[in-house]
C-alpha cells in the first residue's frame, strides 16, 4: 500500500516570505516613487513655463504695435500704452487734399499708398507723437477724430481736426480704436501662499477712458472696462521700461515668475519698442 507523505510550510517560513516581500516591496516603492515624483515636477515645470510663455508672447505681440512715445508706467507692476490699428503716409503737398498743420490741421487728407482698412467711425488720427506737453496723444485735442462716413481707404475725412499738430518727418500718421485706444498689464496680488503656489495674477485691461494725466499707482479694474486674464500662480512680476537716446530705441523689460506646489519658473524677455514718431 502506498504511502502518500503531504508537503507545506511552516508558520517561520511563511513570516520569513512575508518580511522578504515587504522588504523588497519598500526597495521598490523607492525606485518607482522618486521617478513618478520627477515626472509630476517636470509636468508641473512644463505647465508653468507654457503659461509664463504664453502670457509673455501676448504681451510682446501687442506691445509691438504701441504707438510711438505712447508707454507709460503708473508703476512697477504694470505699464499702459496707446495701440494702433493702422497707419500710413499723408499727403504733404499738391496736388489732392493736404494734411494742414495750422493752428488747427485740415478735416481731410489724402492717404499715400491707402490703408489696410476703412477706420470705424470714431477712431482717432495721430500725428508725430512724442509723449510731451503740446505733442502728447493722450490728451484729448491731440488726436483727431474720423467721419467714418466720409472716409475711404485713400481719403481720410476728420470730424474734429487736430490741435496744433507737429509735421512729422516722415509724414507719419497713426489710426488708433476709438472705443479703446488704451491698454494696460497689470499684475495684481504677487506672491506665494503656504503650499508654495502663487497668488498673483496678471490681466489685460482694456475700454477705459484715457486719463491725460498718468496715474499714480496701477490702475484697478472698475466695471466698465474690459479685463482679460492672462495668466495666475504670479509669484512675481516686475516690468521696467527704459527710454532710449533720443527717443529711438526704446525696451521695455518683462520679468515674470510662476509658482505652483513649490516649483518656480522665471521668464525674463526685452521687448523692443519702436518709438519712431
Same mark, same amino acid.
Given at each position: 500500500m502506498s504511502k502518500y507523505h503531504l508537503q507545506g510550510f511552516t508558520l517561520v517560513e511563511a513570516i520569513i516570505v512575508i518580511v522578504l516581500t515587504g522588504i523588497l516591496s519598500v526597495i521598490t516603492a523607492k525606485?518607482? $516613487? %522618486?521617478?513618478? +515624483?520627477?515626472?509630476?515636477?517636470? $509636468? %508641473?515645470?512644463? +505647465?508653468?513655463?507654457?503659461?509664463?510663455?504664453?502670457?509673455?508672447?501676448?504681451?510682446?505681440?501687442?506691445?509691438?504695435?504701441?504707438?510711438?512715445?505712447s508707454l507709460r508706467q503708473p508703476g512697477g507692476a504694470c505699464v499702459e500704452f496707446l495701440m494702433t490699428k493702422d497707419g500710413g503716409r499723408y499727403r504733404a503737398g499738391s496736388p489732392g487734399n493736404v494734411m494742414s498743420f495750422d493752428a488747427t490741421s485740415g478735416t481731410q487728407f489724402d492717404v499715400i499708398g491707402g490703408l489696410n482698412a476703412i477706420p470705424d467711425n470714431g477712431d482717432f488720427i495721430v500725428v508725430y507723437n512724442l509723449g510731451i506737453p503740446g505733442a502728447d496723444a493722450y490728451v484729448a485735442s491731440y488726436r483727431g477724430v474720423v467721419d467714418g462716413s466720409a472716409s475711404t481707404l485713400n481719403s481720410i475725412k476728420l470730424s474734429t481736426a487736430i490741435q496744433n499738430p507737429i509735421e512729422s518727418p516722415a509724414k507719419r500718421f497713426f489710426v488708433l480704436s476709438g472705443s479703446s485706444p488704451a491698454v494696460s498689464f497689470v499684475c495684481q496680488g504677487a506672491g506665494v501662499d503656504a503650499k508654495g503656489n502663487g497668488t498673483g495674477k496678471l490681466y489685460r485691461q482694456a475700454n477705459y477712458a484715457v486719463a491725460p494725466v498718468i496715474a499714480g499707482a496701477c490702475p484697478t479694474f472698475p466695471a466698465n472696462t474690459t479685463t482679460a486674464l492672462l495668466s495666475e500662480n504670479i509669484a512675481s512680476c516686475s516690468f521696467n521700461y527704459s527710454s532710449g537716446v533720443m527717443q529711438r530705441s526704446a525696451v521695455l523689460s518683462i520679468r515674470l515668475g510662476l509658482q505652483k506646489a513649490g516649483e518656480l519658473v522665471t521668464l525674463y524677455q526685452d521687448v523692443n519698442i519702436n518709438n519712431v514718431p
Open positions: 525606485f518607482i $516613487t %522618486r521617478p513618478i +515624483e520627477q515626472y509630476g515636477d517636470l $509636468t %508641473r515645470r512644463a +505647465e508653468l513655463t507654457d503659461a509664463a510663455n504664453s502670457a509673455v508672447r501676448r504681451m510682446s505681440r501687442d506691445l509691438h504695435l504701441a504707438l510711438p512715445n
